[in-house]
């Protein structure tokens, strides 16, 4: 079951991969990558097939230009400014909901948006169980040469049914109700 989602995942990753390539690159180039992607079969390690899928893409490609905010080291920096300006331990949400990446085209611009989602330490008692989703979001000129605009915010906070009223009051208060505006 375990394998299955995975391969959906993998389908999922690749489609919008190539959905973002028919957005700029030629035909022969969505062709090659394509072919790459066939070679490779369902992938268990996504940066070797990337290695080989990103050769076909010239430096110049704005589909590659894209892709350089579409990875965990660029929400690096973010994540530790969240966690030093908010002084709250917490560890990643290994789900579906733990990390969403959107991007945007636009005419003159493109909007890169990392949505994560935290949680409390598995050190904390059910009565002290939080988790909150923050976004790092990138606005690109058009020519994707330049960040014109980055934005980190927490954007909702959220309890189980067990977390108690102190708890709630405090990061409530800590993440202004899940509406915080950090940079």
Do not use: Y
Not at 71 to 82: C, S, Y
Not at 114 to 131: M, N, P, V
Request: glycine share 4%; hydrophobic share 40%; with cysteine.
């Amino acid at each position: 079951n375990n394998n299955n989602n995975n391969n959906i995942r993998s389908d999922g990753i690749k489609n919008k991969f190539l959905d973002l390539l028919k957005e700029f690159e030629s035909d022969e180039t969505i062709a090659n990558v394509t072919k790459e992607f066939n070679m490779e079969g369902k992938p268990g390690d996504w940066e070797l097939v990337m290695q080989s899928v990103l050769k076909w893409l010239p430096q110049s490609s704005r589909s590659l230009k894209i892709l350089r905010l579409c990875h965990q080291n660029i929400i690096l920096t973010a994540m530790f400014h969240l966690k030093n300006l908010i002084s709250i331990q917490t560890r990643d949400v290994r789900t579906k909901e733990g990390w969403q990446i959107s991007i945007l085209i636009l005419q003159e611009i493109a909007v890169v948006t990392h949505t994560r989602r935290e949680q409390s330490l598995a050190i904390s008692g059910e009565d002290e169980f939080f988790w909150f989703e923050w976004q790092l979001m990138m606005i690109v000129d058009k020519h994707f040469n330049d960040i014109e605009t980055a934005r980190l915010k927490i954007t909702t906070v959220g309890f189980n049914e067990k977390t108690n009223q102190q708890t709630k009051d405090k990061l409530n208060k800590i993440l202004c109700g899940g509406n915080l505006q950090l940079i």
